[in-house]
């Protein structure tokens, strides 16, 4: 029976950060534990082809919630990483990390050491900016952060009709102030993705103290009294651990594996047949996730970049991207957008995602025709869901309640979010350019009801899911992790995920969950950052 001093669940854009961190020391043997493969298929590496990737499935894992009435009875279908990199390997590259009140918010939470001022220095270490530098930014990190290399027509018109209704433009959306519209930075480099493997993992492959296991899966967690001391996988293999354990297999799968493990809810997991190791009733809550919602407009010309894909098109964009990393195939298609204060709080409460295309979703054929797709996103919601086991056998899907806008003022923020894209949509810029609106059809937005029926039956995941296994103080009985990413009560293993927020960030998921893994590394190792 192997033992090492760490083992690491989850090989996604956290673990990856993780292995890095840990195994700089080599006194430490560490092990990497990753579910699914290797980022191995090309088309994870090309910045544009990262739809081909989630179009074959073999590479995510798309997780179903149960019906969910907030939907008008659709399930949340959550695609999610499962390679190497994980979510930062099929992700659309956009570096955000969120706004300065989410932090200091969490702060006032409980969870002291977790303020902007706290996190920004390890937001800097493991940055390394192209063009920024200085009080927000690094240069020094593995992760390399871009410039757009290619900017397409529509992207253009979106950022300057947004302008033409008074959304003011913003060139950093995570420097001094979040709130504009702009292109975003991408964790790229050199027209390529740069995945947290990429960033983080290929250096640490390099060492003899670091073990990889990919398309290996963890069962659940064991135990001596209260200290982890190994995990066992679903072929019975067992992996022992003298140090630490962290998860990072997300916040859908980690909550899993704490209940599977006797971590949870002690009579739920008690009616199971499930031997209790500690009764913590918020493994499995809080669940939360961005919607966003489609505004579609189609074009007078054929001018997106449908059908760029096939034929003679799609072997000149490679061959140019071949010869010279540029063109199509270097963008990361969600060029631009921003985030707009549509409640007039002081704090932007609506993001945009914007594609130079008709798009769908895996419930939805996209409309027909070209045009560009604006995706109003809320971005702090305050409906909440919940993952629970139906039994004590690992390989059994979870009960997954989403528990989507089932809170009204998540209905209300995507009408005003809308409404924004709406009027976006008809700013000079881009009216010169769209024929017509197709989504929503042109009336419904004047219709309440019938507005808000449309955001039931359309809106979509942004792929953030988080919130269930939230950090918080000792006496917050909800609480799974402290600020120190302990679970209360256990000795030997942390979460190091997603899952540990106790509010959804405002903005894109991935930077962040790698800064908690950068600071889950630094409480494990003891070391301070430097940022």
């Not at 433009?169 to 964790?187: C, E, K």
């Not at 990889?212 to 072929?235: N, Y």
């Not at 929503?440 to 359309?458: H, T």
């Amino acid at each position: 029976m192997a033992t090492y001093d760490y083992i690491i669940v989850g090989g996604g854009s956290s673990g990856c950060v993780l292995a890095n961190r840990l195994s700089e020391n080599p006194a430490h043997n560490v092990l990497l534990i990753e579910s699914g493969r290797r980022d191995a298929d090309p088309w994870i590496h090309i910045p544009a082809t990262f739809f081909k990737v989630l179009g074959k499935g073999i590479d995510i894992h798309p997780y179903a919630s149960n019906p969910d009435k907030g939907l008008n009875g659709r399930p949340s279908i959550v695609p999610q990483g499962n390679v190497l990199g994980g979510g930062s390997s099929v992700n659309a590259m956009i570096y955000v990390r969120g706004h300065r009140n989410d932090y200091d918010t969490w702060l006032q939470m409980g969870c002291q050491g977790w303020s902007y001022e706290d996190v920004l220095p390890a937001f800097r270490s493991l940055e390394n900016n192209e063009r920024l530098n200085g009080q927000f930014h690094g240069r020094k990190g593995s992760l390399s952060v871009s410039d757009p290399r290619h900017r397409h027509p529509l992207s253009e018109a979106f950022v300057k009709a947004a302008t033409e209704i008074g959304i003011p433009h913003n060139d950093d959306f995570n420097g001094a102030d979040q709130a504009g519209v702009g292109f975003y930075q991408s964790t790229t480099y050199g027209g390529r993705r740069w995945s947290s493997a990429q960033a983080f993992l290929r250096e640490a492959e390099k060492r003899s103290n670091l073990t990889v296991l990919t398309e290996r899966r963890v069962a659940r967690i064991l135990f001596e009294g209260l200290t982890a001391i190994g995990v066992e996988l679903l072929d019975g293999t067992i992996f022992k651990a003298s140090r630490e354990i962290a998860l990072t297999a997300g916040a859908i799968a980690t909550p899993k594996i704490l209940q599977l493990s006797g971590i949870g809810e002690g009579a739920h997991l008690s009616s199971l047949g499930i031997k209790v190791v500690a009764d913590l009733p918020g493994v499995g809550a809080n669940y939360q996730d961005h919607l966003e919602v489609p505004v579609q407009g189609e074009t007078r010309e054929p001018i997106s970049i449908l059908g760029h894909d096939k034929g003679l098109r799609a072997v000149g964009h490679m061959l140019r991207y071949l010869t010279s990393h540029r063109g199509l195939l270097a963008s990361n298609v969600v060029e631009c957008g921003g985030f707009v204060d549509t409640a007039g709080t002081g704090q932007p409460d609506v993001q945009f995602h914007v594609l130079p295309v008709l798009i769908g979703f895996v419930d939805r054929e996209p409309e027909p025709g070209h045009g560009l797709s604006i995706g109003p996103c809320y971005l702090r919601p305050r409906s909440r869901g919940w993952i629970r086991l139906k039994s004590s056998n690992p390989t059994e899907q979870t009960d997954f309640n989403a528990n989507l806008l089932s809170d009204p003022a998540d209905i209300e923020t995507l009408v005003r979010g809308v409404e924004t894209a709406i009027r976006i949509l008809d700013a000079p810029a881009l009216a010169k350019l769209v024929k017509r609106r197709v989504l929503p059809r042109p009336g419904v937005e004047k219709d309440p009801e019938a507005l808000r029926d449309y955001i039931r039956q359309s809106a979509k995941t942004v792929f953030h899911p988080a919130g269930t296994a939230r950090m918080g103080r000792a006496d917050d009985r909800m609480a799974v992790v402290g600020p120190d990413l302990k679970v209360r009560g256990i000795e030997g293993l942390r979460v190091c995920d997603a899952s540990v927020m106790p509010t959804l960030v405002s903005g894109n998921t991935n930077a962040p969950t790698m800064m908690i893994a950068a600071r889950g590394a630094a409480f494990m190792t003891g070391k301070t950052i430097s940022g």
